[in-house]
């Protein structure tokens, strides 16, 4: 039994997971936008969550825009940004 992990190969999921966090997270730093552009890698635009789309982008193997993150259990606190800060451009 060795003592040191198995590495992770680098035709594993993971590590494409990987490389897209770390170039959105360098873009988000950059750019002040993860997703400034499209390509091989970050293959969609992450649009701006509201609450008008409640879209938010799901980060896997590949990369999709999905509406409604948890199916209403962020209506409590919708209601709550909008009795307190009804302002807020959401």
């Known amino acids: 039994v060795s003592q040191f992990p198995m590495p992770i190969l680098p035709t594993n999921r993971a590590i494409t997971v990987r490389r897209r966090m770390v170039r959105m997270w360098s873009n988000f730093a ?3 936008d993860p997703t ?6 970050i ?3 992450w649009n701006r969550y509201t609450l008008a789309n409640e879209e938010y982008l799901d980060i896997d193997e590949d990369i999709h825009m999905r509406t409604r993150p948890q199916n ?4 409590q606190w919708h209601n709550f940004q ?3 800060n009804p ?3 959401g």
């Open 82 to 84: 909008e009795r307190f």
């Open 87 to 89: 302002s807020y451009p």
């Open 43 to 45: 293959t969609q635009r």
């Open 30 to 32: 950059t750019f002040g």
């Open 36 to 41: 400034p552009v499209t390509d091989s890698l």
């Open 72 to 75: 209403g259990r962020l209506q």
